[in-house]
C-alpha cells in the first residue's frame, strides 16, 4: 500500500482511540458510544463517497474532452484529406487523461493551424476568381466554392484537401484565361470600331464615347459577356459594310471617271491632282467624286461621236475575236448610223456587253480554232518548203542553213502527232455545240464541221447535214452581198485564212 494511505488510515486510527479514550472518560455506555461511531463511520463514508463522485465526474470530463478534441481533430484531417474515418486511424484516449487531453491539445493546436493556413491561400484565390467571373456570365465557375468568412473554424467541415485545392486553382486559370481573351477580344473589335468610324469619318454624336474612351485601358467596362461581346461585333460589321459599301461605290466611280478622262483625253496632271485629293471613304469623298462623275457625263454628252467611234472599235476587235461573216456583222445596224445620239451609244455598249459574253462562252472552241488553223498554216508552210529544192542544193555559204532540215523534221513530228488530236477533240466540241444549241458553229459564215471534213485526211462517217445551216451564208471564198465601205481606221485580218469580211463594214464620219 501507497505510504500516503497507510499514514491516513494511522491517522483515523489515532483519532478513534483518542475518540475511544473520550468516550471512557465521559463514561459513555456501550450503545452510545456504537451510536457515536456509526455515525463517524457514516460522515465518513459520506464524505470518501462524495470525492469518489467528484473524481469520477473530473474523470468523465477529461474522457468527454479528449473525445471532442479527437473529434475535432479528424474533422480538420477529413478537410485537409479529404479521407473518410475509415481510412484513417482513430486516435485513442490513453492515461493519464490530463497528459492525453493536453496532447491532443496540441496535436489540434497544430492541425487547426495548417487548416487555417490553408483555407488563407484558397480564400485569396477564390476572391480573385469571383473578382474575374463578375465580367463573365453567371454560373460560369463550375467548382463548388467554400463559404467566405473570416473565422476558419466554421469551414471545418468543408473539403480544402489538396486535390480541391489544385482543382480551383485550375479553374482559376480557366476563368483567368477566358476573361483575359475577352479582354483581347474586346479591345481588338473595339479598336477595329474605332478605326473604321475614323475612316468613315463618323461624326463623334454618332459615336459611342464608352467605347472611345474605354477600349485601351479599361476595356471590361464595355462588357466581357458573350451578349456585350455579339454586340460589339455586329456594330463592327454594320461599319465593315458600309466601308465595303462605300468602297464598292468609289471603285466604280473611279472606274468611270477614269474611263471618262480617257475618253475625254484629260490631262495626266488634273488627273493625279483629283485623285491626290480624294483618298478614303468619307462621304464628303464620294459627293465630290460624284460630282466629278456629272460632270465628266456632260462633257462625254458633247462629245458623244468620241465614245461611239470607240465602242465601234471595241465591237469590231470582238467580230474578229468570234470570227463573225459579213452578215453577222450587218445584223447590229447601229454601227453604221451617223446619228450620234445617247440611245446609239447605249445600244453600242449593250452590244459589247452580249458579245463579250459570247467571247467567254465560246472560248474554248476559238482556242482550239486558233490551234487548229495554226497547224494548218504549218502544215502549209511546210509542204511550200518541201517543194522548194534549191533549199538543199544552195551552194551560198550566206544562205545556206544547216539547221533548216531539222526544224522542218521538228515540225513534220509536231504537225503528226498533234493535228490529228486537235481535229479530233474540235470535232467533237463542234459537235456538242451543235447538239446543245441546234445550230452549228460558223467561222465567216462557214459551218466550221464542213471545214474541218474538207482538211482532213482521216476517213470519217457520213454526217447529217444540220437545218440550222445557213445555205446562203457567205463563204471564205467571197461575201454573197457587198461590202459596205471600210473605214480607214480598221485592222488588217489576223490570220491570212481568214476572209476579208472581218474588216469594219461602216464608213466613219469624223465629229
Given at each position: 500500500m501507497d505510504s500516503k494511505y497507510k499514514s491516513l488510515v494511522t491517522q483515523i486510527g489515532a483519532a478513534l482511540e483518542q475518540l475511544h479514550d473520550c468516550y471512557e472518560e465521559i463514561g459513555l455506555a456501550s450503545y452510545e458510544r456504537q451510536e457515536r461511531e456509526q455515525q463517524v463511520f457514516a460522515a465518513l463514508s459520506a464524505t470518501i463517497q462524495e470525492q469518489i463522485e467528484l473524481t469520477n465526474g473530473e474523470k468523465n470530463d477529461l474522457i468527454s474532452e479528449c473525445e471532442a478534441i479527437i473529434n475535432e481533430i479528424e474533422k480538420l484531417e477529413r478537410s485537409l484529406s479529404n479521407e473518410s474515418p475509415k481510412q484513417k486511424r482513430r486516435l485513442k484516449i490513453t492515461c493519464p487523461l490530463i497528459q492525453c487531453r493536453d496532447s491532443l491539445k496540441e496535436k489540434e493546436a497544430a492541425i487547426a493551424k495548417m487548416h487555417e493556413e490553408r483555407y488563407g491561400q484558397i480564400k485569396k484565390l477564390v476572391h480573385a476568381m469571383q473578382a474575374y467571373s463578375e465580367h463573365l456570365e453567371s454560373g460560369f465557375i463550375r467548382v463548388q466554392l467554400p463559404p467566405i468568412t473570416n473565422d476558419a473554424t466554421q469551414v471545418r467541415s468543408f473539403n480544402l484537401s489538396e486535390p480541391y485545392f489544385n482543382k480551383l486553382d485550375d479553374e482559376f486559370t480557366r476563368v483567368?484565361?477566358?476573361?483575359?481573351?475577352?479582354?483581347?477580344?474586346?479591345?481588338?473589335?473595339?479598336?477595329?470600331?474605332?478605326?473604321?468610324?475614323?475612316?468613315?469619318?463618323?461624326?463623334?454624336?454618332?459615336?459611342?464615347?464608352?467605347?472611345?474612351?474605354?477600349?485601351?485601358?479599361?476595356?471590361?467596362?464595355?462588357?466581357?459577356?458573350?451578349?456585350?461581346?455579339?454586340?460589339?461585333?455586329?456594330?463592327?460589321?454594320?461599319?465593315?459594310?458600309?466601308?465595303?459599301?462605300?468602297?464598292?461605290?468609289?471603285?466604280?466611280?473611279?472606274?468611270?471617271?477614269?474611263?471618262?478622262?480617257?475618253?475625254?483625253?484629260?490631262?495626266?496632271?488634273?488627273?493625279?491632282?483629283?485623285?491626290?485629293?480624294?483618298?478614303?471613304?468619307?462621304?464628303?469623298?464620294?459627293?465630290?467624286?460624284?460630282?466629278?462623275?456629272?460632270?465628266?457625263?456632260?462633257?462625254?454628252?458633247?462629245?458623244?461621236?468620241?465614245?461611239?467611234?470607240?465602242?465601234?472599235?471595241?465591237?469590231?476587235?470582238?467580230?474578229?475575236?468570234?470570227?463573225?461573216?459579213?452578215?453577222?456583222?450587218?445584223?447590229?445596224?447601229?454601227?453604221?448610223?451617223?446619228?450620234?445620239?445617247?440611245?446609239?451609244?447605249?445600244?453600242?455598249?449593250?452590244?459589247?456587253?452580249?458579245?463579250?459574253?459570247?467571247?467567254?462562252?465560246?472560248?474554248?472552241?476559238?482556242?482550239?480554232?486558233?490551234?487548229?488553223?495554226?497547224?494548218?498554216?504549218?502544215?502549209?508552210?511546210?509542204?511550200?518548203?518541201?517543194?522548194?529544192?534549191?533549199?538543199?542544193?544552195?551552194?551560198?555559204?550566206?544562205?545556206?542553213?544547216?539547221?533548216?532540215?531539222?526544224?522542218?523534221?521538228?515540225?513534220?513530228?509536231?504537225i503528226t502527232r498533234d493535228l490529228p488530236k486537235i481535229e479530233a477533240e474540235l470535232t467533237r466540241v463542234l459537235e456538242d455545240y451543235e447538239d446543245e444549241h441546234g445550230t452549228p458553229f460558223l467561222v465567216h459564215g462557214e459551218n466550221y464541221l464542213d471545214v474541218i471534213e474538207d482538211n482532213s485526211t482521216t476517213v470519217r462517217p457520213a454526217r447529217a447535214s444540220s437545218n440550222a445551216t445557213s445555205t446562203s451564208s457567205p463563204t471564205t471564198s467571197g461575201p454573197s452581198s457587198p461590202t459596205p465601205p471600210s473605214s480607214p481606221n480598221t485592222s488588217p485580218p489576223s490570220s491570212s485564212s481568214s476572209p476579208p469580211l472581218s474588216q469594219s463594214t461602216w464608213t466613219r464620219s469624223g465629229p
Open positions: 483567368y484565361q477566358e476573361y483575359t481573351r475577352r479582354v483581347t477580344q474586346v479591345q481588338q473589335v473595339c479598336t477595329e470600331i474605332v478605326q473604321l468610324w475614323a475612316e468613315l469619318g463618323t461624326p463623334s454624336i454618332q459615336t459611342e464615347q464608352a467605347i472611345v474612351e474605354c477600349y485601351r485601358d479599361e476595356p471590361e467596362k464595355l462588357g466581357l459577356r458573350e451578349e456585350d461581346i455579339r454586340r460589339l461585333k455586329q456594330k463592327r460589321e454594320k461599319l465593315i459594310n458600309e466601308k465595303e459599301d462605300r468602297e464598292r461605290r468609289i471603285e466604280e466611280l473611279t472606274e468611270n471617271i477614269t474611263l471618262l478622262w480617257n475618253k475625254l483625253s484629260i490631262p495626266e496632271s488634273d488627273r493625279k491632282s483629283f485623285l491626290a485629293n480624294h483618298r478614303g471613304v468619307g462621304l464628303k469623298c464620294i459627293q465630290e467624286m460624284e460630282t466629278e462623275h456629272e460632270r465628266l457625263m456632260e462633257l462625254k454628252h458633247q462629245n458623244l461621236h468620241i465614245f461611239v467611234e470607240d465602242a465601234r472599235a471595241q465591237l469590231q476587235e470582238l467580230w474578229d475575236r468570234l470570227l463573225f461573216s459579213e452578215d453577222e456583222i450587218l445584223a447590229f445596224q447601229p454601227a453604221f448610223s451617223e446619228v450620234y445620239t445617247d440611245a446609239l451609244l447605249s445600244a453600242h455598249e449593250a452590244e459589247i456587253s452580249r458579245l463579250e459574253k459570247l467571247v467567254e462562252e465560246r472560248m474554248p472552241i476559238l482556242s482550239l480554232i486558233d490551234r487548229y488553223r495554226s497547224l494548218l498554216d504549218d502544215k502549209e508552210q511546210l509542204a511550200a518548203s518541201a517543194n522548194d529544192a534549191s533549199r538543199l542544193v544552195s551552194r551560198s555559204a550566206t544562205n545556206r542553213d544547216p539547221g533548216r532540215l531539222l526544224r522542218e523534221e521538228k515540225m513534220r513530228k509536231r
